[in-house]
């Protein structure tokens, strides 16, 4: 079966500029999160969708970060203005469910410079 | 607020010794517990989980972990350790029963050694 794709792999922007991230899940999940990887650390949920509900998004810091998930399948992540902390790797998984383990896609690198 | 601690963040062992990563975690009412491996470039991969039941779980590529509530751990074990075996290890867990938010620990490199 095809895992979590995830673009671009690879993001460099400057500071106060925009930045978005797609992901596709594996068909049929309908549970979906982003995570958000420093350097160093585990990962960090940002957002979790059920079909394309928000189920809780309360460590997306939502002055410059937004997601969605059109039709309960495809998902972005919105960056809007980028700041240097928010350099990271952001990763995007898919899980039938909310108890059950999750897939992971092979994460946006982003650099902010 | 639920926590996952992984006290090493390096483990070294020489191949075909066993293995052992460590995790303990902190939540409100029974836990739901998991592993993942991350392969450098690579996203993570599921390794085993806890749910219910038996104690011991089997899960991938000869790993196995041990859920113990009262010292509310959850430690990765492996009777022979592969130099393949190289990795990064994350331990996360979440609520049973209850919120879904799972919450991962900072990680364990994993260095076998030939």
């Known amino acids: 079966e095809a895992g979590v794709a995830q673009s671009p792999r690879y993001k460099i922007i400057e500071k106060r500029q925009s930045v978005a991230f797609w992901c596709n899940p594996i068909?049929?999940?309908?549970?979906l999160y982003w995570y958000q990887q420093i350097l160093g650390q585990g990962p960090k949920l940002l957002i979790q969708f059920q079909n394309n509900g928000v189920v809780d998004d309360s460590q997306l810091p939502k002055d410059r970060f937004s997601a969605e998930r059109l039709k309960g399948v495809d998902s972005t992540l919105k960056i809007q203005p980028a700041k240097l902390e928010d350099s990271a790797v952001y990763l995007c998984?898919?899980?039938?469910?909310?108890?059950?383990?999750?897939?992971f896609g092979q994460g946006t690198r982003l650099t902010v410079v | 607020a639920q926590s996952v601690a992984q006290p090493e963040d390096q483990v070294n062992v020489a191949e075909g010794n066993p293995l052992t990563v460590k995790c303990t975690y902190s939540v409100s009412g029974n836990p739901y517990l998991f592993w993942y491996v991350q392969y450098p470039n690579r996203g993570l991969q599921f390794l085993l989980k806890?749910?219910?039941?038996?104690?011991l779980v089997k899960g991938s590529y000869g790993f196995e972990a041990e859920f113990n509530k009262s010292q509310t751990s959850f430690h990765l074990k492996k009777p022979s350790a592969l130099v393949s075996d190289s990795a990064l290890y994350f331990c996360?867990?979440?609520?049973?029963?209850?919120?879904?938010?799972?919450?991962f620990g900072r990680g364990t490199s994993l260095i076998v050694h030939p």
């Open positions: 806890y749910i219910t039941g038996d104690n």
């Open positions: 068909s049929g999940h309908a549970t």
């Open positions: 996360a867990v979440t609520k049973g029963g209850g919120s879904y938010i799972p919450t």
């Open positions: 998984a898919s899980s039938l469910g909310r108890q059950i383990e999750a897939f």
